[in-house]
């Protein structure tokens, strides 16, 4: 099986995302007047959609009887977030997938005022239970957790979900905010008991709080959460082992071999989600950070558009206006699936876009051993690059002109690149592709490394995704996402980076997939088959692009 992780429902829910600093200065369009973005060419052709409306997180992957399935908050009657309910598709390979009916709707008296996001889990008899957050009163979203089992475990596509009379499952304890208590996990289970997370605020604090049952029907809550921090609201929490050594991806309640655990949660206030790496006493119920301050020095599994839930899936919101939205009939994508597991030095998650994904590669061009001198760039032609996948290697050349780097931006990447641009000259760098780009350049989406040296003279490498020019003169949100890349550079000489590109997103890994930025830009010119690509160096030095590699990429099926 090529994906165990999903297996065992490891995945991301992504809810809402914000992008630091990226205020919306978007001028509401007059209704007469269709905005560029209703542009059908600024649709996607393979990443996960419902053919119209509203969606946000996905909810409860999980694989049974052949089928992956999927779940997503959806909004059947429009393209704006309101009355959201689980929507289901299915697939065989994650990339095609067929739409389902709705899989969970209001309909009991603890869900009545809302079906929020939630987790699967396959219990030990192969049953796989739906486990979801519910609104039970009108005035206050005051916060329940419930449970939905398949009304019939035959059907491979379990398409009919029963609530048990017995939910709620979980309520607030007095002294809880009852506001502040949603999203549960996928459970675990060691010896014979099954745990689960609700994510939580008390004080500004977040929690992991943890209920454990052995039926899966009474639970009841440990005395101390998980772990907490001071940083705000828990959402989406989740809570998952990986290998010490290798790729292959764990159940959540397999403890067999060298493990480590991570801790992920999405922030309410910041509106991106971070994780930490660390080990897990079962015995006391809590997990602890390798970095303690982890919770403060974030690693995040994405620095752009991606605010999720487990290993895997996230939620990309638009950066257009919510009447564009409306006028355009749609609002959200979820990112490519994405395999992932640990870094050999245990302190960070690697993500690489699932292989089924290369099934889409069409018509390709190569590029070896091409030079691009300081100021230079040259265009990658002979496919069309609108729907496209490309990968690169840059041979870099000594450091010795990298930018001394600047340590109070030690922890602020983002700032750092938006400063730096992809447009100012550097020393090493910036040098990368311009994807989404225009004949000549007016309008151009930049995904970039811009390497800089410490007091120590060790590399300091920064990966940017420069959205600044990619709508000429519409001014919508387009902030610039950006992360520093754990990959020493001295030694291997070289670095690289691969971009999915559909039509109004990017999704681009950096060094084999340790930084990951998702991003949504609307070019107005570079659309369709006006989209070009191009590699740039804007650095002092030569810079080698020792192999690239681009293939067209068909549409895949997309629930229609
Ligand atoms: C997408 O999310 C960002 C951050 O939460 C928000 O500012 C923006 O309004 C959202 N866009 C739409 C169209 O909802
Ligand atoms: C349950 O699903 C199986 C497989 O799809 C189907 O053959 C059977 O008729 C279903 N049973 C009921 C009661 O719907
Ligand atoms: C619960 O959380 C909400 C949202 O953060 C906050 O406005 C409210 O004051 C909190 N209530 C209590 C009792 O802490």
């Known amino acids: 099986m090529w994906n165990p992780l999903w297996v065992l429902g490891p995945w991301l ?31 996607t052709g393979y990443h996960f959609q419902p053919p119209k409306n509203w969606i946000n997180d996905p909810n409860g992957p999980l694989y049974y009887k052949g089928w992956y399935h999927l779940f997503y908050q959806y909004n059947p009657k429009g393209a704006d977030w309101v009355n959201t309910l689980w929507a289901h598709s299915v697939s065989r390979d994650l990339i ?9 709707e209001p309909s009991i008296r603890s869900d009545q005022y809302g079906v929020w996001s939630g ?9 796989p239970v739906l486990v979801y957050t519910g609104i039970d009163r009108p005035d206050t979203p005051y916060q329940v957790q419930n449970v939905a089992i398949p009304k019939n475990k035959s059907d491979p596509l379990l398409r009919e979900w029963v609530k048990p009379d017995y939910n709620p499952i979980i309520v607030p304890d007095s002294g809880m905010n009852v506001t502040q208590f949603r999203d549960p996990s996928t459970a675990w289970h060691i010896d014979g008991q099954w745990r689960i997370l609700v994510g939580g605020e008390k004080g500004s604090h977040g929690q992991a709080y943890v ?16 772990h907490s921090a001071i940083n705000g609201m828990w959402e989406c929490l989740d809570f998952f082992p990986v290998l010490m050594q290798g790729k292959k991806g764990l159940d959540t309640s397999d403890q067999s071999g060298r493990v480590k655990y991570v ?29 303690l301050n982890g919770d403060y020095h974030r690693l995040r599994y994405d620095y752009g558009k991606f605010y999720a839930r487990r290993v895997l899936v996230g939620w990309a919101n638009e950066s257009d206006t919510v009447p564009d939205d409306i006028a355009k009939g749609w609002s959200g994508i979820h990112a490519i699936p994405r395999k992932t ?51 690169v ?31 100012n000259k550097g020393g090493v760098g910036p040098f990368g592709l311009w994807v989404l780009a225009s004949a000549n350049l007016e309008e151009k989406t930049a995904v970039f490394f811009r390497i800089f040296r410490d007091g120590h003279g060790k590399p300091v490498v920064l990966m940017c995704t420069d959205p600044t020019k990619s709508s000429l003169g519409h001014d919508l949100d387009k902030p610039t996402y ?11 000489g070289e670095i690289s980076l691969r971009s999915l590109i559909d039509h109004s997103v990017v999704e681009s890994f950096g060094a084999g997939g340790r930084t990951c930025i998702i991003s949504r830009v609307y070019p107005s010119i570079a659309v369709g088959q006006n989209a070009h690509l191009y590699v740039f160096n804007n650095g002092d030095v030569d810079v080698k692009v020792s192999r690239l590699k681009a293939w067209e990429m068909e549409s895949s099926k997309m629930n229609n």
């Not at 950006?482 to 291997?492: E, H, K, L, R, T």
């Open 211 to 226: 209920y454990r049952s052995t039926d899966f029907k009474h639970w009841v809550r440990a005395k101390h959460p998980l």
């Open 263 to 291: 801790l992920k949660s999405s922030l309410e206030k910041a509106r991106y989600d971070y994780y930490t790496i660390g080990t897990y006493n079962s015995r006391t119920e809590r997990y602890v950070p390798d970095d």
């Open 13 to 43: 829910l992504l809810l809402l995302l914000q992008l630091a600093d990226g205020s919306m200065e978007a001028v509401v369009p007059s209704p007469s007047v269709p905005s560029f973005v209703t542009n059908p060419l600024l649709r």
């Open 341 to 391: 597991w640990l870094d050999p030095g245990g302190k960070q998650l690697v993500q690489w876009p699932i292989e089924e994904v290369e099934q889409l590669r069409r018509k390709s061009v190569s590029v070896t051993n091409k030079v691009v001198k300081p100021r230079n760039h040259f265009e990658v032609k002979g496919l069309e690059t609108y729907q496209a996948d490309v990968e």
């Open 393 to 423: 290697s840059f041979e870099i050349p000594n450091l010795e002109r990298a930018e001394p780097f600047d340590h109070a931006f030690s922890n602020d990447a983002q700032k750092l690149c938006r400063m730096k641009g992809a447009d």
């Open 482 to 492: 950006a992360g520093f890349v754990n990959a020493d550079v001295s030694s291997s």
């Open 96 to 104: 095609n997938w067929n739409v389902l009916g709705l899989a969970l």
């Open 119 to 127: 987790s699967a889990t396959i219990l030990l008899d192969g049953t």
